[in-house]
């Protein structure tokens, strides 16, 4: 019978998370329970604080029901997104919307007990900023690399030495009394767009593919992202890529989608056009910064830079290829594109649909929804980490606990629910 609660309080909390306008009524037909079990758990909600009943919704007849939204003041949760080289520490409220961050610059390649220790700095400046919004109830961690989701660790990225196996979750456990939840950023960006984008929070099926330090991927499926054994979905920065040909990769074999399609190669490919001078805007980026960025080679190209613009097109049209077998594999609603390629959009978008044109059926291409990332990836990852939390926390098997805990902050001065 517990079991059965919580699967329906937590199918409450996800659809009023996901449906802004949700009244009683509609509930009942989105959650596919009886009228009164739904009201008993709505009830049982709002007794701890979770949901607060407000402005009356349309009327089909009689009163109308009032709208459902979830409590703002029921406590928060942490979002913590450890890119490359930087970290954003946030804390949001239950309705995901953001009260405060910190970014500081970092270099996760110096391995993961440094950048821990600057995650716990920020997190505590964090923690403070927002005594007043009620108890941490949860975090999410966001890793620049594949993770072991069960384990709460990174898998092996060889662009993230010494973080492989490190316990990420039981780390930071220790630091908050919390429920901690440690991801790819690729799964979290994909978390974020359907709460940002309403065409992918309609989609059924929807595949995100993004950058990190590595090429990846994620699926989400019925509102839930695909995971796979242990977590593991999702990294596709080492499939074999006939264009890769005999390139060496950063993981020590030849041939990737990350030896020549990655944000590192496309840097090592503008790197090797400005030092022949074959690119002049990306010689001069050079002499002026001592660096090339990718994003560099966008400007380039944005200043009618032609060598710069055939490497772009290069590029995306590699990926663009290899993203035509996940599409045939996952057969999604929306493909969203995020990361560097959302970036360089304007150079982006006709490579991608020339492969999809040439690898896929008519069918496939006509009916797929493609779209670019509508949010910015520097501060999303952080977005996602707190959506990561959220989504958690509201899981069937941790409802009861966020039950508890909501009550808790309630009681320890915590505004009522109005
Ligand atoms: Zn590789």
Redesign the pocket.
């Known amino acids: 019978m517990a079991r059965e609660r919580h699967a329906g309080l937590s199918a409450v909390l996800d659809a009023i998370r996901l449906d802004d306008g949700v009244t009683q009524t509609t509930l009942t037909d989105r959650v596919g329970l009886g009228r009164s079990v739904v009201a008993e758990r709505v009830t049982q909600l709002q007794q701890a604080g979770l949901i607060l009943s407000g402005e009356r919704g349309p009327s089909t007849g009689g009163r109308a029901p009032r709208k459902l939204s979830l409590n703002p003041d029921a406590g928060f949760v942490l979002g913590v997104d450890i890119e490359t080289t930087e970290l954003v520490v946030g804390a949001a409220n239950i309705a995901g919307v953001i009260l405060s961050s910190r970014r500081e610059s970092i270099d996760a390649r110096h391995g993961p007990d440094e950048i821990m220790s600057t995650v716990a700095t920020l997190a505590k400046a964090v923690i403070d900023e927002n005594a007043g919004a009620g108890n941490l109830l949860g975090a999410g961690v966001g890793i620049p690399g594949p993770v072991d989701f069960d384990a709460g660790a990174p898998l092996e990225e060889p662009l993230l030495p010494g973080w492989a196996g490190y316990p990420v979750r039981d780390t930071l456990s220790r630091l908050w009394p919390v429920p901690v939840w440690v991801d790819g950023r690729a799964n979290l960006l994909a978390l974020v767009e359907v709460v940002a984008n309403p065409r992918a929070a309609r989609a059924e099926n929807l595949l995100y593919f993004g950058g990190g330090s590595s090429t990846a991927a994620a699926l989400i499926t019925g509102g839930r992202l695909y995971r796979g054994a242990h977590g593991r979905a999702g990294s596709v920065?080492?499939i074999a890529v006939p264009e890769a040909g005999m390139m060496s990769?950063?993981?020590g074999?030849v041939g990737?989608l990350?030896?020549v399609a990655s944000r590192w190669a496309i840097a090592r490919d503008g790197l090797l056009l400005a030092r022949t001078g074959r690119s002049t805007a990306l010689a001069r980026t050079l002499a002026e910064t001592g660096a090339v960025e990718p994003y560099d080679i966008t400007l380039a190209a944005d200043q009618g830079d032609v060598a710069a613009l055939r490497l772009i097109e290069r590029s995306v049209g590699v990926l663009g290829r290899a993203l035509a077998n996940l599409v045939s594999f996952s057969a999604p609603d929306m493909l969203v594109i995020g990361g560097g390629v959302a970036r360089a959009r304007d150079y982006a978008l006709d490579p991608v649909l020339a492969a999809f044109h040439e690898r896929l059926p008519s069918e496939v291409t006509e009916d797929l929804i493609i779209e670019f990332s509508v949010l910015d990836d520097l501060v999303s990852g952080m977005l996602g980490a707190t959506q990561l939390a959220i989504g958690e926390l509201f899981n069937k098997t941790n409802v009861a606990r966020l039950l508890a805990s909501a009550a808790a902050g309630r009681a320890d001065g915590t505004p009522p629910a109005r």
Do not use: I, K, N, P
Request: aromatic share 0%; net charge neutral; charged share 20%.
């Open positions: 920065g080492h990769c950063v993981c074999r990737c990350d030896a």
